[in-house]
């Protein structure tokens, strides 16, 4: 597993964007796929984005393509989570995840970083 912590959170008004990092400890980190999800009050925690461990192939929820961008740098061991056009109904506590490539399971996790969006 690796350990993973997040970064970028914070408050902007509607239409703004924000950019959400994810630094992870672990030599083993490029093989890993990368993710973000992100849980809403009162909700359950959706799937925002992934990236596979090279970052030659992106999957993101189709309600969030063209506004939110996920990407990854195996050489600083990070995952980025760029966010435009930001809506009120993005606030959320966004988390960084991590699965290794032959096991489904998200089995790592950040504590999570807080965006909000002000209409």
């Known amino acids: 597993q690796v350990q993973l912590v997040e970064s970028g959170g914070g408050l902007v008004q509607a239409g703004g964007s924000l950019r959400l990092s994810c630094a992870a400890s672990g030599r083993t980190f490029s093989s890993y796929i990368m993710g973000w999800f992100r849980q809403a009050p009162g909700k359950e925690r959706e799937f925002v984005a992934a990236i596979s461990w090279g970052g030659g192939s992106t999957y993101s929820t189709d309600s969030l393509k063209g506004r939110f961008t996920i990407s990854r740098d195996n050489a600083k061991n990070t995952v980025a989570l760029q966010m435009n056009s930001l809506k009120p109904e993005d606030t959320a506590v966004y988390y960084c995840?991590?699965?290794?490539?032959?096991?489904?399971?998200?089995?790592?996790w950040g504590q999570g970083t807080q965006v909000t969006v002000s209409s």
């Open positions: 995840a991590a699965r290794a490539t032959i096991d489904p399971t998200w089995a790592s």
